[in-house]
Structures are given as structure tokens and as C-alpha cells.
């Protein structure tokens, strides 16, 4: 088995569901976790559209993460040995008789409730149902067994905690575990009264040899509450709470098909290009729904984090990035354009598709604002269990909206040269710290970055150097640019000219000569202070590329929608690094 001593840049989908998500399963998905494995593989698979479709280059790593809520459902449902088979919930359920508005209106009415309310019918009390979930987790752990190839492909076991909020609000977490070692029950909103229950509950049972790691997404939906000080219940963080969550809560899920989580214009630390995959707009007062809240943006959590670690506090909110597709259609990894397959049966008449393209969903808005969806890359030893896991946890990752574009960063003690360096890499690992590390000390550290485009995906454009920090108990962020395709430098205020990039949106052929297959700098901070608590990432930037919208409309040959753009400027995040007095 290979493997990499100065470490591998390794692509996967940690948010996938299948048909065993109930809400999936009313959808019409019956493809199961095994096909879906087979689909991250690279194999061609017959998706609930009917569209036969194939991941144009395999994952390297995967997890499914069906709703853990509906397990005991799945089991008894879809199992015709089981006695609750023939139930009226059972029928309803494989056959449904409600049309979607309805069963969501149902079901946000009844599932914000903490516990989530079982059904009577197939269970008679709480140890019934925990039963009944137990053999589609078991199911689930064997089925990442199967497809788990140490070397080639790595099957992560996991699932996904789902807790909602009224207005379709989220508190979601995607649950994954390090070996074959893994908790009893898939603790999910069916176990627990708020958040800090949920971390309290799966710390108790996850015991070594057993280690999992937890990763919020859709915090966008989170109606602020997923980064506020209070739990969902107005109830107050213990130092105790906060630890559980600063061990579990590695990582964010910063961009998925339901939008990007970093910052939005007009709310809290936000800059010129953080509106990418927004759905909602800015809230007018606390406690709205529907709205964006400050306190459900990684941007801002990062720097509270950072402002109560000055104050001699935990921080809680100590996250790497990543991305993932947050796919109901069990594709794991299917984030190209120009093969939007969730959608393909639409496409087969000019009609369907201005249906689609005009219509609404009923949780999110319209369907046509959902984004591809994102990928998560870690940087590790193997393309092992242990080796991506400990990746992840160490936070030595990054995000992408979609393209599988590669972001390396480090801090610390680096020469300047080092982009021309055939031994950086080594002097990287030695005198530094690699993406989701922390640097110390009274010096200015330097920084390295370098970015590799995705060959089948738009050039590079820029690399964005993203600081937040503390100064006189405010919170403060500063973006610039630090390298530039082109041989275009910074001006004045830190930022290049716009890129000379364009696309022609009725063939949507590219015309990105302008930017790079590579960009590579090493910066320091100007406004350096050896006393300041502050973090550091970097954002890079692709060439503008057709959105999915726009192809989808002209191959169907209608109009594309007007108020959704024909472009999109894709991109990748780093993990922060850390700087502590």
C-alpha cells in the first residue's frame, strides 16, 4: 500500500444520503448505501431519476450518513418480514398518499419537537423503537465494511444527527467514526433535549476503542443558532459543554448543495465575494426565521471563538473546513455542471424543465438556487481509515465548491523562497504548521500557499489571504489577495484587477487564457501584533464557469432562469491556522 510522508491530497463526499433517509425514501429513492458505495467508486449506477450516471474520476473516500431519526423506520418499513410491514404507516410511507407541501408541513410541525416524537403505531414505547433502529445501523456499519479498500478506498462509517428547527431550521450534524469500532445506537434528535444532550450522550458512548468526530452543516439554516451562546432551548453552555465540543466538533461543512456558510454580504465579517450559494437574506431583528443570522457563519464563529479564547475561555468554535454534496439521490461526489443528473428527467421535454427552472421547494426556495454542491480534500499519509480520519481530525483539510482544485498551507518559521524550493514540503512539516494547526510565539510567522487547478475545471484566478482577530474586545477581518494569475499584483488596498476571464453563456465555452494552472505565494501579515489572538485561511478563487442553471437550460433549449446568475465564480477554503500570544 502506498503511502506518503509528506502527505497526499485525498478527495471524498462526507454528507451522502440514500434510500435509507426517510425523507429520500418519499422522494422516491430506492437506491440503497451499496450501489452508492459503487457509485463514489467510479462504477455507473441506474440513479432514482433513472438516469444511468458515473463520477468522470472516482472519490478516494466516502461516508453515508442517512438520517439516523429514521432507522427504526427503515427497518420495519422496508423489511417484509417484519411484523409492522403491513401497517398504515408502513403503507403510507412506500406509497405515499400526501403531496409533498403537506407531508413537510407535517413534518416540520411535528419533528421540532427534542425528542423527536415516535410514531405509536410501530412502537410501543422508547426501547421498542431503539430496537427497531439497531438492525439498520448494523446494516449500514456492514455495508461501509464491504466496500472498504485500504490503499484504494476509504468507506467511512457514519450518519447524520438531524435535529430541526420551527421554519425548517437546522441543527445538523454529520457523525463519523474512525474503524469498525462504533457506538451501540446512532444517537440522533430521537435520543436528546438540545445539543449539548447530543455531545454528552455520544461522548458516554463512543469509549475506546471506539473514536468519532462530529461536523456541523447548513449552518446558513441555522437561524443563528448553531455558533449563538445559548442551546436551542435557551439553556447556557457549561465550561464542561464546551470541551465536549471543542473534542467533537472538528470540522464545518462550509459549502453544500443548500448553500455556502462562510459569511454573507451585510451580515457580520463579510466581504466583496462571500455570496456564494446565498439563500436567505439578512436578518432584520434576533430570533427571526427564514433569515441570516451573524452567529450561523463560520467567519464569525471563528472570530468569537478567538474572542473568548482572549478572555481565558473555550473555544468551542476551533473548526477546519470542508465540503461536501449533501446528495439525496445517493451520488456520492457528483458535483459537475454539466451533469446535474438530480435533475436530468426534467430535461426531457422543453416543458419539464421550465417547470423546474420556475419552481419552488418547499423547505428551501426554489430548487434552481441550490448549488452543485462541495467536496472535502484532506491531506493524509494513506488513503486509509485511520490515515483520512486522523486527517480530518487534525483538521488538515479543505473545502471546494465542486472542482477538485488543491490547497496546501502552512505557517511558521519559512524562508521566503519557498515556492522555488524543491524541499519545501520538508521544511513546511519541520519549521511549521500545516492548515488547522496552531503557531505560538512572539515573531511575525510566514506563510506558504500553494494551489493546484482541477484540470477538467475552470483556471485559477486568485488566492485570498482571509485574517480575523481581536483588537480592544472588537471583533476585526481583513482580505487580500497574495497571489494573482496573469502577473497581475495587488494595488493599494490589497486587491489585483479584476480577473479578464469571461464565459459564453449560450455555449458556455470558456475563455479563462488569463488564469493558472498554479499559483503559489509566501506573505506575512502586515498588521502583525505579537499580543493578538487571530486565525488565518485562504480562499482561492476559480475563473467565472457556467452555473448548472445555465447548462441545464440550454440543453434543454429554454431560457435560463433570471433570478439566479448565469455564472459562477467556484472556489476552495483552507483551514485556518491559529496564532496565539
Not at 471 to 488: N, S, T
Given at each position: 500500500m502506498a503511502r506518503f510522508p509528506h502527505r497526499e491530497a485525498f478527495f471524498g463526499d462526507l454528507h451522502v444520503h440514500t434510500s435509507w433517509s426517510t425523507d429520500?425514501?418519499?422522494?422516491?429513492?430506492?437506491?440503497?448505501?451499496?450501489?452508492?458505495?459503487?457509485?463514489?467508486?467510479?462504477?455507473?449506477?441506474?440513479?432514482?431519476?433513472?438516469?444511468?450516471?458515473?463520477?468522470?474520476?472516482p472519490l478516494d473516500f466516502a461516508a453515508i450518513t442517512d438520517h439516523a431519526e429514521g432507522f427504526d423506520r427503515i427497518g420495519m418499513c422496508t423489511d417484509p418480514d417484519h411484523p409492522k410491514y403491513g401497517s398504515r404507516t408502513c403503507e403510507d410511507m412506500r406509497n405515499p398518499q400526501v403531496d409533498i407541501d403537506e407531508f413537510f408541513a407535517r413534518a416540520?410541525?411535528?419533528?421540532?419537537?427534542?425528542?423527536?416524537?415516535?410514531?405509536?403505531?410501530?412502537?410501543?414505547?422508547?426501547?421498542?423503537?431503539?430496537?427497531?433502529?439497531?438492525?439498520?445501523?448494523?446494516?449500514?456499519?456492514?455495508?461501509?465494511?464491504?466496500?472498504?479498500?485500504?490503499?484504494?478506498?476509504?468507506?467511512?462509517?457514519?450518519?447524520?444527527?438531524?435535529?430541526?428547527?420551527?421554519?425548517?431550521?437546522?441543527?445538523?450534524?454529520?457523525?463519523?467514526?474512525?474503524?469498525?469500532?462504533?457506538?451501540?445506537?446512532?444517537?440522533?434528535?430521537?435520543?436528546?433535549?438540545?445539543?449539548?444532550?447530543?455531545?454528552?450522550?455520544?461522548?458516554?458512548?463512543?469509549?475506546?476503542?471506539?473514536?468519532?468526530?462530529?461536523?456541523?452543516?447548513?449552518?446558513?439554516?441555522?437561524?443563528?443558532?448553531?455558533?449563538?451562546?445559548?442551546?436551542?432551548?435557551?439553556?447556557?453552555?457549561?465550561?464542561?459543554?464546551?470541551?465536549?465540543?471543542?473534542?467533537?466538533?472538528?470540522?464545518?461543512?462550509?459549502?453544500?448543495?443548500?448553500?455556502?456558510?462562510?459569511?454573507?454580504?451585510g451580515v457580520g465579517a463579510a466581504d466583496e465575494d462571500c455570496n456564494l450559494g446565498i439563500l436567505f437574506p439578512p436578518c432584520a431583528a434576533e430570533g427571526q426565521t427564514g433569515c441570516a443570522h451573524e452567529t450561523s457563519f463560520v467567519r464569525d464563529a471563528l472570530l468569537d471563538g478567538i474572542d473568548r479564547k482572549s478572555r481565558g475561555r473555550i473555544n468551542p468554535f476551533k473548526l477546519g473546513m470542508i465540503g461536501s454534496t449533501d446528495t439525496h439521490q445517493s451520488d456520492p461526489g457528483n458535483t459537475d455542471a454539466r451533469r446535474h443528473s438530480r435533475f436530468a428527467h426534467a430535461m426531457e421535454t422543453p416543458e419539464s424543465a421550465r417547470e423546474l427552472l420556475a419552481g419552488?421547494?418547499?423547505?428551501?426556495?426554489?430548487?434552481?438556487?441550490?448549488?452543485?454542491?462541495?467536496?472535502?480534500?484532506?491531506?493524509?499519509?494513506?488513503?486509509?481509515?485511520?490515515?483520512?480520519?486522523?486527517?480530518?481530525?487534525?483538521?488538515?483539510?479543505?473545502?471546494?465548491?465542486?472542482?477538485?482544485?488543491?490547497?496546501?498551507?502552512?505557517?511558521?518559521?519559512?524562508?521566503?523562497?519557498?515556492?522555488?524550493?524543491?524541499?519545501?514540503?520538508?521544511?513546511?512539516?519541520?519549521?511549521?504548521?500545516?492548515?488547522?494547526?496552531?503557531?505560538?510565539?512572539?515573531?511575525?510567522?510566514?506563510f506558504w500557499v500553494r494551489a493546484s487547478q482541477d484540470p477538467d475545471a475552470a483556471t485559477l484566478?486568485?488566492?485570498?489571504?482571509?485574517?480575523?482577530?481581536?483588537?480592544?474586545?472588537?471583533?476585526?477581518?481583513?482580505?487580500?489577495?497574495?497571489?494573482?494569475?496573469?502577473?497581475?499584483?495587488?494595488?493599494?488596498?490589497?486587491?489585483?484587477?479584476p480577473t479578464p476571464a469571461s464565459v459564453d453563456t449560450a455555449t458556455c465555452e470558456r475563455r479563462d487564457d488569463a488564469g493558472a494552472a498554479e499559483l503559489d505565494a509566501t506573505f506575512t501579515d502586515p498588521a502583525f501584533q505579537p499580543d493578538q489572538h487571530a486565525f488565518y485561511y485562504v480562499r482561492v478563487m476559480e475563473n467565472p464557469s457556467c452555473r448548472w442553471t445555465t447548462w441545464f437550460a440550454n440543453g434543454a433549449g429554454v431560457p435560463p432562469p433570471d433570478d439566479v446568475p448565469l455564472t459562477v465564480r467556484n472556489r476552495g477554503w483552507s483551514s485556518a491556522i491559529w496564532r496565539e500570544p
Open positions: 429520500a425514501f418519499f422522494y422516491g429513492n430506492r437506491v440503497g448505501p451499496r450501489d452508492a458505495w459503487r457509485f463514489a467508486q467510479g462504477e455507473a449506477v441506474r440513479l432514482p431519476t433513472g438516469i444511468v450516471a458515473q463520477l468522470a474520476v416540520l410541525t411535528r419533528f421540532v419537537q427534542w425528542p423527536r416524537p415516535r410514531s405509536a403505531e410501530l412502537c410501543a414505547d422508547l426501547d421498542a423503537c431503539v430496537a427497531a433502529a439497531r438492525p439498520t445501523w448494523r446494516r449500514t456499519q456492514a455495508a461501509a465494511d464491504e466496500f472498504d479498500r485500504p490503499g484504494r478506498f476509504t468507506a467511512l462509517i457514519g450518519y447524520e444527527f438531524t435535529g430541526l428547527l420551527p421554519g425548517g431550521g437546522m441543527l445538523h450534524r454529520n457523525v463519523l467514526f474512525r474503524g469498525a469500532h462504533v457506538t451501540q445506537d446512532a444517537i440522533s434528535a430521537n435520543d436528546v433535549v438540545n445539543q449539548a444532550d447530543f455531545f454528552r450522550q455520544l461522548d458516554a458512548a463512543c469509549r475506546p476503542p471506539c473514536e468519532v468526530l462530529t461536523i456541523p452543516h447548513n449552518t446558513n439554516f441555522s437561524w443563528g443558532l448553531m455558533f449563538a451562546d445559548t442551546d436551542r432551548d435557551g439553556s447556557e453552555y457549561t465550561e464542561a459543554d464546551l470541551e465536549r465540543r471543542l473534542r467533537l466538533d472538528r470540522l464545518v461543512e462550509v459549502t453544500q448543495r443548500k448553500g455556502s456558510s462562510e459569511c454573507q454580504l419552488a421547494h418547499p423547505l428551501a426556495g426554489p430548487w434552481r438556487r441550490f448549488s452543485e454542491g462541495g467536496l472535502a480534500g484532506v491531506w493524509a499519509e494513506a488513503n486509509t481509515r485511520t490515515d483520512i480520519f486522523d486527517a480530518l481530525r487534525r483538521r488538515e483539510a479543505f473545502a471546494t465548491s465542486g472542482s477538485r482544485l488543491r490547497i496546501r498551507f502552512f505557517g511558521g518559521d519559512l524562508p521566503a523562497d519557498m515556492g522555488a524550493r524543491e524541499d519545501a514540503l520538508e521544511i513546511a512539516y519541520a519549521r511549521g504548521v500545516a492548515m488547522g494547526g496552531d503557531l505560538e510565539g512572539g515573531d511575525p510567522p510566514t484566478d486568485r488566492i485570498q489571504a482571509v485574517k480575523g482577530w481581536v483588537e480592544a474586545g472588537e471583533h476585526r477581518h481583513r482580505v487580500w489577495d497574495v497571489a494573482c494569475a496573469g502577473g497581475r499584483e495587488p494595488g493599494e488596498d490589497g486587491r489585483c484587477a
